[in-house]
């Protein structure tokens, strides 16, 4: 059994799916044969392309200037970019632009250099065209390097406010980066978009954190996740300060956006393909009972409000759970429960 790329998302899949795993595109028998029949063709294609590019630079290199290095004929060479880098169609910085490498985009040459360009594949061997090899290097980025791009986003926070946290929920939302509806698209336009990369994340903070310390976090955890991969076009946070509560209610402390001018859908084709994170805003909205001491719930109160929206006893009335409730806490009063109720409901909201 073999693996093909997913059309839609180009996520590697079996050759038997029925669908993508990753972003649901339905593949016919056809469409399978006519990918394998096309990527056969495309690996041998980039064989024969190099041989072709090889053995003319050899056989020409008396009629030009072009200087050609052979340190290891055969060796293949794992490189990554220094900076965002331009995919030419030509070894000339006034060739057409393929495309543009990502900062710390790994990629794959020869050690054939042709005025100071060099042919570079992706990671899959597809063939991209000319880079400069002067922003390549054999390493990846470090950290400290990765910080001094110009291509990761700005993002101030103090650390000294950064609270700790947990990831409980990581969701991917992708799509295609659209500037029109997608019906507004033929096929083989969809196919050429870009992904407009949208990760959801839930996380649960202190419950005494303060609303300082909870944007800070939030901002840092942004940072954080961009700086691990700046693909990421945008980031939606929901905050808890209890594990209970995420399937309730959407948040119960804070939610955060940051994408283009801090809405949800801005991210055209040009920003998905540049990473251009110049017009990128953050958009927060932190509840008025973070960091509100006088509105502290108790354990008691916060495990009587549990087992009133507990999904096991749904099937019972409200009569019937309220009973249930008073004898196991031992509430004397409908009025009393009504009233820790009411207190943890307003809490949250």
């Not at 059309?7 to 339905?26: F, H, L, M, T, V």
């Not at 020869?110 to 400069?132: A, E, P």
């Not at 990831?167 to 509806?181: F, G, R, V, Y």
């Not at 999904?311 to 196991?328: A, C, N």
Request: glycine fraction near 2%; charge should be positive.
């Amino acid at each position: 059994m073999s693996l093909i790329k997913c059309p839609e998302c180009k996520n590697k899949i079996s050759e038997k799916a029925i669908s993508c795993p990753k972003c649901g595109y339905i593949l016919s028998h056809q469409e399978v044969k006519k990918i394998k029949e096309t990527e056969k063709e495309t690996k041998y294609g980039v064989i024969i392309f190099l041989i072709i590019v090889i053995t003319y630079l050899i056989f020409n290199l008396s009629k030009s200037d072009v200087k050609l290095h052979f340190v290891n004929k055969d060796k293949i060479i794992t490189k990554y970019s220094k900076t965002k880098l331009n995919v030419r169609e030509k070894p000339s910085t006034n060739s057409d632009i393929i495309k543009t490498l990502m900062v710390n985009e790994k990629i794959i040459t020869f050690d054939t250099i042709v005025n100071n360009f060099t042919i570079v594949l992706n990671s899959d061997s597809t063939l991209l065209g000319w880079s400069s090899d002067k922003y390549l290097q054999t390493i990846p980025l470090s950290k400290k390097q990765l910080n001094r791009t110009k291509n990761t986003s700005k993002i101030a926070y103090n650390k000294s406010e950064i609270s700790n946290y947990s990831i409980e929920k990581i969701e991917d939302l992708s799509m295609k980066a659209t500037t029109k509806n997608l019906s507004a698209y033929s096929t083989a336009e969809i196919q050429k978009l870009p992904i407009d990369k949208r990760i959801e994340y839930t996380i649960i903070v202190p419950t005494k954190i303060s609303k300082k310390s909870l944007e800070n976090t939030l901002k840092y955890f942004v940072a954080k996740k961009t700086l691990e991969d700046n693909n990421i076009d945008e980031i939606i946070i929901f905050a808890y300060d209890r594990k209970n509560d995420i399937d309730i209610t959407p948040y119960t402390y804070a939610k955060l956006i940051w994408a283009p001018k801090g809405k949800l859908g801005n991210v055209t084709p040009q920003i998905a393909k540049t990473n251009n994170r110049s017009n990128y805003r953050f958009n927060i909205h932190i509840k008025d009972n973070v960091g509100n001491t006088d509105d502290t719930l108790t354990k008691r109160e916060l495990a009587i409000y549990d087992m009133i929206m507990d999904p096991k006893y749904t099937s019972l009335s409200d009569d019937e759970l309220d009973k249930k409730v008073m004898r196991k806490f031992n509430i004397k009063t409908k009025e009393e429960l009504d009233r820790i109720f009411i207190k943890v409901l307003k809490h949250y909201n």
